[in-house]
């Protein structure tokens, strides 16, 4: 299955991506280092590079799918188009794509989380609390069926949610 996580900056999506790949033995694929290396390599900042780590994004889970593998997407999916992006590549490999959205309630907890921390992706500055709520306001609303998870619960209760989830859509 082709797993899609959701959600604004430093509300807790590549932790909750990271430790349900470790559960599922399934590699996450995440935009953000993928747009990383592409100003590292030399691509300018003022190139559309964010929908190339998408682009990209898809074609390295085009690749896992295609060894019968699930595979996680680790990327903010605000819009439609990036959300119909993986429906999309699941359909064209007969397997199911499932949202899990990730949010923190607490927006107190999520600014500091967002202000404190440190991913280690070289090249990428983290977003700032303004830029994150402007973000907020573009997020689009839902059509899809999806889980959601609230990180103000610790992550080994939301990774347990998560499979349970899994397992229904399997």
């Known amino acids: 299955m082709l797993i899609a996580m959701a959600g604004l900056p430093g509300a807790g999506k590549s932790s909750v991506a990271g430790a349900l790949g470790r559960k599922l033995a399934a590699p996450v694929v995440s935009v953000d280092p993928i747009e990383a290396a592409m100003w590292r390599a030399g691509v300018a900042r003022d190139q559309p590079t964010g929908l190339a780590a998408y682009v990209v994004a898809e ?12 595979v996680i997407v680790d990327a903010v999916n605000a819009v439609e188009a990036a959300r119909g992006q993986w429906r999309s590549l699941a359909a064209r490999h007969g397997v199911p794509a499932v949202f899990i959205e990730v949010v923190c309630s607490d927006p107190l907890v999520h600014r500091r989380r967002l202000e404190n921390r440190s991913r280690g992706i070289e090249g990428f500055a983290e977003p700032t609390w303004e830029a994150v709520q402007r ?33 229904a859509k399997a």
């Open 59 to 70: 074609a390295v889970a085009d690749g896992v799918l295609g060894m019968g593998q699930t």
């Open 135 to 167: 973000l907020r306001e573009g997020f689009a609303s839902w059509a899809d069926h999806r889980l959601v998870l609230d990180t103000v619960t610790d992550l080994s209760s939301n990774v347990a949610t998560a499979s349970g989830f899994l397992s």
